[in-house]
């Protein structure tokens, strides 16, 4: 392994892997704000990548500049790159609304639309004209996201009808249903009881045979459980603002069984947050 | 009280029975009397208005009064069914104006661009126009409509009305619009929706129940409108025809209340009883509406 210790990604965990989406972002403002700068994070194809960090450390900033949601707040400016199958997502060329059709989003607080749960679930096959047999996707959505025995004699229920975890679960299968290439989610867990957290769990563990993952998380120990490459990143305040920025990034074991970073030793011990 | 030391308070019970003669106690209640008897008071006009006018004018109802036309002086009976006809005519049209002009420019305030000069701008006017004496707007549509026309119409009354109804329709369409939960709206971007289908399929069909909301409010409110309509669409005996004066039951009421003849005095009290009662069905109807907005 490199010995040399810098705050990019640690390659040599990730060799045998594939990277299937490349994220550069050197610097994210807000306005004037600087949000995050020098955060270099690859992901890996059908692995489940986590993003640790204390609070405003831009972890979730990065999260959604993968799939340009922040492009909906008002003053933000990414500089940098996210590669993606061979384009540049911030290239002037692409539509961000073909990227979100590529890359779904699981949110914080689970976010049924108002409508049945199968047109939910069926809602974006729908946007992407889908032609096929839609029961037949809407059922394997919702058996992807364990949703399917708890729903099925339910369908026209309306989605927001179901508990906080079921609609949780009702948004990853919303998500999955259009096999979108990578999977964010953004502390999906953080608004679920602790049975609701497992189950969300479990099943991220399933998605990632199929899917690729990147997930934020405020909780360590499910990083530890969940991710399989971790990035950590924490909070710069000496140049006035509060920057956030990658400390450093490797295979979750290794991270935290030995990091490199006093930083990070100093995190994973409990002694900032 | 909160500076006791510990043993005092080991020493001392504290006294938790109610002291409604503490002077402190005493003044909420009687702050609280003060507001309950405000509130019954505010009651009162339209309690008071809703028993005059079944009195006056509940003996006249009948179904004389939804086909027959105005009676003439000395006449006996009659009805208004043309000023009925022409109430929903002119609101009718007021509507087909004010409600997708309404709902188009709350769209841009709320969602499009909340901060922009043009919608800063625009949200100020309707707040203005809102509050702006609804004879004016007959002032106006009598400039506009009725002199490049060259005579009073159905047409004009319904322009006169809609100019009314336009800022109820935009402000309480922002509001709902904005109203609908930011993470549904997220949840839409993320999935891939274009703008426009983010608002086609999931905004507006969230907001729907508080933008009909405003639009029965607005509705109501042009129903009851006279000043507009005597400059637009003034008055008529006959049956409508949209390019010409036209009936409404406001303006009936303005007219035959004034009259020395106790026919159409009747009539007039039979009018407005109607009239309340269209507005309140109305009303009825859009609370039923925006109560079905949580299920």
């Not at chain 1, 199968?118 to 029961?135: P, Q, S």
């Not at chain 1, 927001?160 to 079921?166: A, F, N």
Request: proline share 5%; with cysteine; hydrophobic share 45%.
């Amino acid at each position: 392994m490199d010995t040399t210790v810098t705050p990019v990604a640690n390659d040599a965990a990730l060799d045998s892997t594939e990277i299937a989406l490349d994220c550069q972002a050197d610097q994210i403002f807000y306005s004037d704000f600087l949000a995050v700068r020098d955060s270099h994070v690859p992901i890996a194809r059908n692995q489940i990548t986590g993003f640790i960090g204390p609070s405003g450390c831009g972890k979730s900033t990065v999260l959604k500049s993968i799939n340009r949601m922040n492009d909906l707040i008002p003053g933000f400016r990414f500089e940098g790159k996210v590669h993606f199958h061979g384009v540049d997502i911030y290239d002037k060329k692409v539509d961000p609304v073909a990227v979100r059709r590529n890359i779904g989003m699981v949110f914080q607080q689970p976010n049924p639309f108002s409508m049945s749960i199968y047109e939910n679930v069926a809602f974006g096959l729908r946007l992407n004209r889908y032609k096929g047999n839609m029961d037949e996707k809407v059922e394997k959505a919702l058996v992807g996201a364990a949703l399917w025995n708890e729903v099925k004699d339910k369908l026209k229920n309306n989605g927001l009808s179901l508990s906080g975890g079921q609609q949780q679960r009702l948004c990853i299968a919303r998500a999955i249903a259009t096999e979108p290439r990578i999977l964010l989610m953004d502390e999906p867990c953080s608004a679920l009881d602790p049975i609701a957290t497992r189950q969300i769990e479990e099943l991220m563990v399933q998605l990632k045979e199929h899917f690729t993952v990147a997930i934020v998380t405020h909780n360590m120990q499910q990083a530890m459980r969940v991710a399989d490459q971790t990035a950590f990143f924490a909070v710069d305040i000496s140049r006035g603002g509060r920057t956030g920025y990658l400390v450093e990034m490797g295979a979750t074991k290794e991270l935290f069984e030995d990091p490199q970073e006093q930083l990070t030793k100093e995190y994973l011990h409990g002694e900032f947050s | 009280m909160g500076q006791h030391t510990r043993n005092d308070n080991e020493m001392h019970l504290p006294n938790l029975e109610r002291q409604p003669f503490e002077p402190r106690a005493l003044k909420s209640i009687v702050l609280s009397a003060i507001t309950i008897c405000m509130a019954i008071v505010a009651c009162i006009p339209l309690f008071s208005v809703l028993i005059m006018l079944i009195y006056r004018g509940g003996k006249r109802i009948s179904l004389e009064l939804f086909y027959g036309l105005p009676p003439t002086a000395f006449d006996i009976g009659g009805g208004f069914g043309n000023a009925i006809v022409g109430t929903l005519f002119m609101v009718g049209i007021a509507s087909l104006l004010s409600v997708p002009f309404g709902i188009l420019a709350a769209i841009y305030l709320a969602e499009l661009s909340p901060d922009s000069k043009i919608s800063t701008v625009a949200r100020f006017c309707a707040k203005v126009l809102s509050g702006l004496p609804s004879i004016l707007a007959g002032v106006f549509a009598y400039a506009a409509v009725v002199l490049v026309m060259g005579s009073y119409s159905a047409w004009a009354g319904g322009i006169a009305l809609s100019i009314l109804m336009v800022p109820t329709v935009m402000l309480t369409a922002e509001e709902a619009i904005k109203m609908v939960p930011r993470p549904m709206k997220e949840a839409a971007a993320g999935m891939g929706c274009t703008p426009a289908q983010s608002m086609l399929k999931i905004i507006l069909p969230v907001a729907v129940p508080g933008i009909i909301t405003g639009v029965v409010l607005a509705v109501a409110r042009a129903a009851g409108e006279t000043a507009p309509l005597l400059f637009t669409a003034l008055f008529s005996d006959y049956w409508l025809r949209p390019n010409e004066p036209t009936a409404s039951l406001a303006v009936l009421i303005y007219n035959y209340s004034g009259m020395p003849f106790p026919n159409q005095i009747e009539l007039a009290w039979a009018a407005s009883l109607i009239l309340v009662l269209l507005v309140f069905v109305l009303n009825i109807i859009s609370r039923a509406i925006g109560r079905r907005k949580n299920v």
